[in-house]
Structure formats: C-alpha cells, structure tokens
C-alpha cells in the first residue's frame, strides 16, 4: 500500500539533546512538509521541499533543520536551539508537478509526538 | 502574507443540528481543499474545490467555493457524534513556482448526543 510513514510514534527528549524524526514516502510525491500542531491548534509550517536537495523555511523554522537527499525521505531534526519542542509533529507530502488542478490533496503521517523531559 | 482565516475556532452543537464553518482569503485562490482530523489522529483529506462557484456534497456535507474563489465553506447537515473532530480548509495560490498550501486555523466540532 502506498503512503507516508512517519516514525517514531512517541518521542521523549531531554533538554539539550538534538533528536530526528523520519518521515517516509512511497507514493513518488515531488513535495513533502513538516508541520508542527499544538494542543488546540492548527498547522504550522517548519520546512518543505518541492525537490530533492532543495527545501525551504516555513513560518516556524528556528531550532528545526532538516534534509532532502532523497526523494522518498524528509527527516526533521529538532535541535536544541527549539527553546518549546513539545509538540505534535505531522509530515505531509503532495503530488505537486503537473496541472494544479489535478490530486494535488496533501497526505499526512500518523505523526510523532515530542515531549521534552 | 497570504493568510487563510477560518471561523469559528470552536462549535459545540447539539446531534442532529447544522454546522458550519468559513473560510476566507486575502488572496485569490487556484484551489481550495478540506480535510478532517479526529482527535488523536492526523488530517484526512476530504474535498477539492476548483472552480469558481462549485458546489460540492459528500453525504450530509456540502462544500462551497466562492465566485471569487477567496471563500469557501463547510456545511454538515443533521450532525452525528462521528462528526466531531477539526476541520481544516487549506487553499493554494493561482500560478507561480509556489504551490504550498496555506492552511486555515481549524475549527474544532463537539457533537454533544
């Protein structure tokens, strides 16, 4: 079956420590994104990436790198300059060349949730 | 920026009343999608919209986008408990290289039985 996986589930951090999460996709999506979700809120966006080995700043992108070496994967790293990492982390990818028109629905992860310790 | 605004941020029905949520743009918008996440769980892509005007349903939803495609709403008929969850509009902007979709804020559903 096609889709995106993201791992691990549950993550526990401790405060200093730099920690990656993966996000994985078979579906041979150009795009892929990182959002972070607090609790009662929406989406917002830390990077993504239209292309291999090219990627973007979202809104929220300090404290956060990531990478795009290859098409089917878009790790995020939290480092410990993200001074609030608690989160609930959803990576999302779009099919995105083509006619705007056409499947162009965003599919997201099951997530990862971050908790500082 | 371009922003997505959405409202209301929350609802809280009784089953078996309507709901509904907007969404508004500063921009003009090439197309507009809807999604729904449960809680605990992640978005579901529900609905495209692409043409100006079009009207869509899915059951007990309707799906609107506006003439001037800057607005859109979500419409649910007679409610159900199943219904409860957030419901995200996100739209993406007419032509240029930067197709990312500007997402709405949510507005969280509570569906008392």
């Known amino acids: 079956d096609g889709g995106i996986t993201q791992s691990p589930k549950y993550l526990f951090r401790k405060e200093g420590q730099n920690v990656t999460l993966s996000c994985e996709q078979n579906?041979?999506?150009?795009?892929m994104y990182w959002y972070r979700q607090d609790p009662g809120q929406g989406l917002r966006l830390i990077y993504y990436s239209q292309i291999v080995n090219d990627f973007q700043k979202g809104d929220i992108a300090e404290g956060y790198s990531v990478s795009r070496e290859k098409k089917e994967s878009f790790p995020l790293t939290v480092t410990s300059a993200q001074k609030n990492p608690t989160a609930f982390y959803l990576c999302?990818?779009?099919?995105?060349?083509?006619?705007?028109?056409?499947?162009?629905?965003?599919?997201f992860g099951q997530g990862t949730r971050l908790t500082v310790v | 920026g371009q922003q997505v605004m959405q409202i209301p941020q929350y609802q809280h029905v009784q089953e078996g009343e309507d709901f509904t949520t907007y969404c508004n743009s500063s921009t003009t918008l090439s197309n507009i999608q809807w999604y729904k996440q449960r809680p605990g769980g992640h978005p579901v892509f529900l609905i495209q919209?692409?043409?100006s005007g079009e009207v869509k349903k899915q059951k007990r939803l309707t799906f609107q986008f506006g003439e001037a495609k800057k607005n859109s709403s979500l419409h649910i008929t007679a409610t159900q408990t199943t219904d409860v969850g957030t419901y995200f509009c996100a739209g993406r902007r007419e032509a240029g290289n930067n197709r990312k979709l500007i997402w709405g804020l949510g507005t969280s559903l509570a569906v008392n039985p």
């Open positions: 579906l041979n999506h150009d795009a």
């Open positions: 999302a990818s779009t099919r995105d060349r083509g006619r705007i028109e056409v499947n162009t629905e965003a599919f």
């Open positions: 919209l692409v043409k």
